[in-house]
Nanobody, 124 residues
Framework: QLQLVESGGGLVHVGGSLRLSCAAS????????VGWFRQAPGKEREGVSS???????YYADSVRGRFTISRDNARNTVYLQMNSLKPEDTAVYYC??????????????????WGQGTQVTVSS
């Protein structure tokens, strides 16, 4: 059974950076598609970024050019580097994975496995 654990969240000032990690256990992640989602209070969970098993990536318009997703198969971990953070990036960030690894996935319903989330707060 695949388990995902996010880390790296925290409090940062506007313009700062954070790197989120999504560490997998129980299963080798390299054949899975992995996505990052976020959910702000009172809002729906939204897709932020996704990386397929063959390295193709997707970014939401709101983060393109500021966020970078990457995967380290040796460490069984996917990262989300977040730069130039804005107050509107404040949310709980979740990673998710699905065994059908070809192609990126942008929808919540397209992922079977989820982590518990990590809080990111950007102060102005």
């Amino acid at each position: 059974q695949l388990q995902l654990v996010e880390s790296g969240g925290g409090l940062v000032h506007v313009g700062g950076s954070l790197r989120l990690s999504c560490a997998a256990s129980g299963v080798t992640l390299d054949s899975y598609v992995v996505g990052w989602f976020r959910q702000a209070p009172g809002k729906e969970r939204e897709g932020v970024s996704s990386i397929s098993s063959d390295g193709n990536s997707y970014y939401a318009d709101s983060v393109r050019g500021r966020f970078t997703i990457s995967r380290d198969n040796a460490r069984n971990t996917v990262y989300l580097q977040m730069n130039s953070l804005k107050p509107e990036d404040t949310a709980v960030y979740y990673c998710a994975a699905d065994q059908n690894g070809l192609g990126v996935r942008t929808g919540v319903v397209e992922y079977e496995y989820w982590g518990q989330g990590t809080q990111v707060t950007v102060s102005s």
